[in-house]
């Protein structure tokens, strides 16, 4: 998974050029930092998402890339040109806030038709974009007239969707849209947003401590904490390769198991005894102390006749259905104690009921990954 | 649910007392009830009543005419140039102090910071001092050798302009008496739109003017219409700024009512002219609200 494939060296060779530069960039409120050190190139057209814990300065960025705030340092560039200090109303981009802000005293055609009448468009010509636009975001024309404040929870978050793509901006920016909806309205309208994004070929830049959104929109996720940009990368990336423990915790659960290498060059067990076979870091550093990483679904029950790079005997004492997959939670012996580790099998494959809760876990070096110590 | 209707169920003869007797709230509302009653409503009644007696007599509730109508009505009567002026002036008051009380209302929203309640406070101070009061200290200021004749010419100058007992300082009066009844209600109008809104206009491409048309003024319009009524009925019935500033220049409505009740000693024909006012100012009252529809202006429905 490591290796580049040759698709993705050329993209490393000639990058598509980025509509939006961001180079060092800094904010600071008071002796408060932000916002530290970003260095993020975004690409034409692509589906960006930062997510990060709340307080890790998300917001703030967006907020600068809009033009509602202007970084302390380092430089914004957008086609090239530097748009620090350009207000966002003289900017080519547009921002979907997190409470929406519609105009409450606003039908819905007027909230659309907002940016429009701003330029100067005469009344009909208004209404003829509006209604077009009510077509791509899936309104029914009869909501031309009705009142903002009286449409749904979805219905209002695609007056938003295309009142912001009726001002056409080149970047589209979302804080967090979806969060205050239900999860089946907030899924759908997830593939939905993906769809528009592709049928209009905008750059869309979203903002949410989701990950699971981030996964199912995003063309590339670059995760933050505490100001900074921790990694940038695809989604499988993110998650097949995270740089640190930040950011493979934030992604999903873990099992961390602490290895130490010995002179003879066996990787035994710091926390849990044993040695293990253990893949190469992935950053390549030469290390002596380090974690394996396991995903809960990379783990499996070995029976009497399976094998795996490296077996710890334990006992289920707990499962949790997530749905289409089960959750195990099994002890295993510790040095101090025991220790919990986790493993997720589809249904298909669950334990029997019958099964004795006594467990060999099983998983691969080439599932596990190493990260620094 | 079902906790709540059991308590509810009267069970023993104590419990339906109880229940028979006036509830917590129509207990707590009596006295205020009382008070309206007797400082309010009896006072209005009266007021009705005399407006029917017979003029320049104290027969209320025994006489019944419509003579004091009929002399307020009579072409003759220069009552009504009263009327105009009071209503030209709050009409004056109104506009004036929309205007000077939009950018402090404005500021204690979004400019002033932390420093807005105190600012607040200041607007509020003056209410702690009688009216009448406050407007004798106007008139100290710019009387012949007041305080402004007597600072310009100390200063050298050939004095002070001669502004006390015209219309124009009577407006002045109002105004300034005014100010904080038309202030409040409009930063309370301000602080109901929501900044996000302000900034999502700005980010899809509009400036400072047409935010301001689109989206402030029409979203803080309940505050500042509360403001402009609540002033108006204040200013129309207003009389101490006419008749300390403008050393009686102009004679307002209520002037008239009141020389009605004292001087002329013709209780019947005042109350008349309050009835006529009152049924003015209410007309209007309930037209302005009927046309307020809050819920609508503020997008709750």
């Excluded at chain 1, 929109?217 to 505490?226: E, F, K, L, T």
């Excluded at chain 1, 993110?238 to 990787?267: H, L, M, Q, S």
């Excluded at chain 2, 038309?182 to 491409?205: H, I, K, N, S, Y």
Aim: hydrophobic letters at 45%; one cysteine or more.
């Amino acid at each position: 998974m490591l290796q580049t494939s040759p698709t993705e060296t050329a993209l490393v060779e000639a990058p598509p050029k980025p509509i939006l530069q961001l180079v060092g960039v800094r904010k600071t409120f008071g002796g408060f930092t932000a916002v530290e050190g970003i260095d993020l190139d975004v690409r034409a057209g692509e589906f960006l998402t930062i997510v990060g814990p709340s307080g890790s300065g998300k917001t703030t960025l967006l907020r600068m890339l809009a033009g509602m705030d202007t970084p302390s340092e380092g430089n914004i560039t957008l086609h090239g040109e530097l748009i620090n200090d350009v207000p966002p109303n003289r900017r080519p981009t547009c921002l979907v806030f997190q409470s929406l802000a519609l105009f409450p005293h606003k039908s819905v055609g007027e909230n659309i038709a907002f940016p429009l009448k701003v330029k100067g468009v005469d009344a009909a010509a208004r209404k003829a974009r509006a209604l077009e636009l009510m077509r791509v975001v899936r309104l029914p024309e009869s909501y031309f007239d009705k009142n903002v404040m009286k449409c749904s929870g979805g219905e209002r978050q695609r007056v938003a969707l295309a009142r912001a793509f009726a001002y056409d901006p080149e970047v589209l920016f979302f804080d967090e849209p979806l969060s205050a909806l239900d999860y089946k309205l907030k899924k759908a309208l997830e593939k939905e947003l993906k769809d528009l994004h592709r049928e209009t070929g905008k750059t869309f830049i979203y903002i949410t401590h989701s990950l699971e959104e981030a996964m199912v929109m995003s063309d590339r996720i670059g995760v933050m904490r505490a100001g900074r940009l921790v990694q940038v990368g695809t989604p499988e990336e993110i998650y097949g390769a995270p740089v640190d423990r930040f950011v493979c915790e934030f992604v999903g659960e873990v099992n961390t198991i602490k290895v130490g290498r010995g002179t003879d060059g066996v990787w035994s067990g710091r926390d849990v005894p044993g040695t293990f076979q253990v893949a190469p870091p992935r950053n390549g550093v030469a290390t002596d102390e380090a974690f394996i990483v396991v995903r809960p679904e990379f783990m499996r029950f070995l029976g009497p006749g399976d094998t795996a790079d490296n077996r710890l005997e334990g006992t289920v004492y707990n499962e949790y259905s997530l749905g289409s997959r089960i959750q195990y939670q099994v002890r295993v012996d510790a040095k101090d104690g025991e220790k919990v580790m986790l493993v997720e099998l589809s249904r298909a494959r669950a334990l029997p009921p019958s099964a004795d809760s006594q467990v060999t876990l099983g998983w691969d070096a080439a599932d596990a990954f190493t990260l620094e110590g | 649910m079902a906790d709540i209707a059991l308590a509810h169920a009267p069970e023993t003869a104590a419990e339906l007392n109880r229940a028979r007797a006036l509830s917590a709230g129509a207990r707590c509302a009596l006295p205020v009830a009382i008070l309206l009653g007797i400082g309010f409503l009896a006072p209005l009644v009266a007021i009705l009543g005399y407006a029917f007696a017979t003029p320049r007599s104290f027969d209320v509730f025994r006489s019944f005419t419509l003579e004091n109508f009929a002399t307020l009505f009579d072409p003759s009567n220069t009552v009504w140039l009263s009327f105009l002026w009071s209503c030209g002036f709050a009409l004056a008051t109104v506009a004036i102090l929309a205007v000077v009380a939009y950018p402090i209302a404005y500021g204690l929203n979004v400019v002033f910071g932390r420093a807005a309640p105190l600012i607040s406070v200041l607007f509020v101070f003056p209410l702690f001092v009688s009216e009448n009061v406050r407007l004798y200290g106007w008139v100290l200021f710019y009387i012949k050798n007041g305080v402004l004749d007597g600072t310009l010419k100390w200063l050298g100058f050939s004095g002070g302009p001669e502004v006390l007992y015209t219309p124009g300082i009577t407006l002045f009066g109002m105004v300034y008496t005014y100010l904080p009844f038309m202030l409040f209600p409009m930063t309370l109008g301000l602080a109901l739109v929501p900044r996000d809104l302000v900034d999502a206009a700005r980010d899809l491409g509009a400036g400072r003017l047409f935010i301001w048309r689109e989206i402030e003024l029409p979203l803080a319009m309940p505050g500042i219409l509360i403001g402009m009524l609540l002033t108006f009925v204040l200013a129309i019935g207003a009389t101490a700024e006419a008749k300390i500033l403008g050393g009686q220049s102009i004679i307002v409505i209520s002037h008239d009512i009141e020389i009605a009740f004292t001087y002329s000693q013709n209780w019947p024909l005042g109350s008349a002219l309050a009835v006529i006012v009152t049924v003015f100012i209410s007309g209007l009252t309930l037209f302005a609200l009927s046309k307020l529809d809050l819920d609508r202006m503020l997008g709750r429905r």
